[in-house]
């Protein structure tokens, strides 16, 4: 069995035991699997833009906005969840592009600055367009449908979500083999290289965008309806800080590094909550979060800036005689 399948079918074994953990461990358990089936998705998308292709962007938080108010307002006059989630993944996927134009003058960090800027326009937008946001009230969200059924249960939520999950994993595995993907890795390393390999550096760009805002659309779809409502403060600056924390904390440029990061910065902040209540003191442990999350980001670039994914290889069991063996042998 080659790599890329055993890949697929850990992939597939794992959403699997993800949808049955959500089952059997009650609607606490459905609720950590969606909102960690989320944030992956998210994740995923930002990973393609930074990780693979180089493009630093603080505005994932407003694209996860934008796919949760698309997918609202589509749920909402009588489209179904799956077309609804891809109408909302298209709508993202423009908005990505027109934040991306900059990138074809702009690099590093003063592109970086352009995207603060967009996070910044979007915010605004959603709560100056009140007939399609609602307001700074937000807008509220009809109990979404699934093949004419409605999806009622957090149960159901978390398997959709990880349906969607893996789906967006095995497609962006597929794309970084195809001739784009690689195109991607080039015009991170440089673009000056790229250009001369004969790469449209600007065409490859505007990929990478429309092609992870698309993702975007679809996790922000999902978080909408999931909460049933999308609200400004749902979106803001400190939502792309936590997912550039999940990739740089997961691994930046890898196969799982963004679902790993994802899982990590989610389930966090519940288990330090236990962990507060177990001793009585959840208050002064909830006012170190944030502090915390900045530490850990400090702690993985000095000591293991390829993230948690780089532990994963160190985790397997070595062959009998392994750690003998003289290098050069």
Do not use: H
């Amino acid at each position: 069995m080659t790599v890329q399948r055993r890949r697929v079918l850990v992939a597939v074994v794992i959403a699997a035991i993800l949808v049955a953990l959500s089952f059997a461990l009650g609607r606490f358990g459905a609720y950590l699997v969606r909102a960690v089936a989320i944030a992956g998705i998210g994740a995923l998308s930002l990973n393609l833009l930074i990780g693979y292709c180089g493009q630093i962007s603080f505005a994932q938080g407003a694209l996860l906005g934008v796919g949760a108010y698309a997918a609202g307002n589509l749920g909402n006059i009588g489209s179904g969840a799956l077309l609804a989630l891809v109408g909302a993944g298209i709508a993202t996927a423009a908005v990505s592009v027109l934040i991306g134009l900059p990138a074809l003058r702009l690099r590093g960090l003063y592109f970086a600055i352009a995207t603060l800027a967009a996070q910044a326009i979007l915010e605004y937008l959603f709560k100056m367009a009140e007939p399609l946001t609602g307001g700074v009230s937000g807008l509220v969200i009809r109990m979404p449908t699934l093949l004419g059924f409605p999806i009622t249960s957090d149960q159901s939520y978390a398997a959709l979500s990880v349906a969607v999950l893996l789906a967006v994993w095995l497609g962006i595995t597929r794309l970084m083999r195809t001739n784009l993907g690689r195109a991607f890795l080039v015009v991170r390393e440089s673009e000056i290289v790229a250009k001369g390999m004969g790469i449209d550096v600007a065409r490859t760009k505007a990929w990478a965008f429309a092609i992870s805002g698309f993702i975007a659309g679809l996790a922000g779809g999902l978080i909408g309806f999931t909460n049933r409502l999308a609200s400004p403060e749902a979106f803001t600056l400190d939502l792309s800080a936590d997912y550039i924390a999940m990739i740089i904390v997961g691994g930046l440029g890898s196969w799982a590094g963004p679902i790993i990061g994802a899982a990590f910065v989610v389930l966090l902040p519940e288990a330090v909550q236990r962990i507060g209540e177990a001793l009585n003191i959840a208050d002064i442990l909830s006012a170190l979060r944030e502090m915390a999350f900045g530490l850990l980001i400090i702690l993985f670039l000095i000591f293991e800036p390829r993230g948690l994914a780089a532990l994963l290889p160190r985790l397997r069991p070595r062959p009998r005689g392994a750690a003998a063996a003289v290098p050069g042998d």
